[in-house]
């Protein structure tokens, strides 16, 4: 069982960042797939962006260019840099982790058994 913890929400203007954090329990293993994902008021769940275990990295259309993820192997952590920030960000984001995946292609929701409690981004 991993346990997923979420960081670095908070309020910013249009235009401006912030870097989301997520620490994964368990010894490190970057074969782990991981994911961010948000849910703003009244939408549905999105994936923003996800960490392969083969390194690849995809990213969601609407945050391409703005957002950026990387992996600290040894920390266990993924983070979401996420830069020109807009209002339309605004949303819950959240965490999630499965055993391999390739970065590449759909994926869907529920094949992450694991998900963080979620960081809150709002962007005015």
């Known amino acids: 069982h991993v346990q997923l913890v979420e960081s670095g929400g908070g309020s910013v203007q249009a235009g401006g960042s912030l870097r989301l954090s997520c620490a994964a329990s368990?010894?490190?293993?970057?074969?782990?797939?991981m994911a961010w994902f948000r849910q703003a008021p009244g939408k549905e769940r999105e994936e923003v962006g996800r960490?392969?275990?083969?390194?690849?990295?995809r990213y969601a259309e609407s945050v391409k260019g703005r957002f950026t993820l990387s992996r600290d192997n040894i920390k266990n952590t993924l983070y979401l840099q996420m830069n020109n920030l807009k209002p339309e960000d605004t949303a819950m984001y959240y965490c999630?982790?499965?055993?391999?995946?390739?970065?590449?292609?759909?994926?869907?929701?529920?094949?992450?058994?694991?998900w963080g409690q979620g960081t809150q981004v709002t962007v005015s």
């Open positions: 368990g010894p490190p293993d970057n074969r782990y797939c």
């Open positions: 999630a982790t499965r055993g391999y995946c390739s970065g590449a292609g759909p994926l869907e929701q529920a094949a992450y058994p694991f």
């Open positions: 960490l392969g275990s083969d390194d690849v990295t």
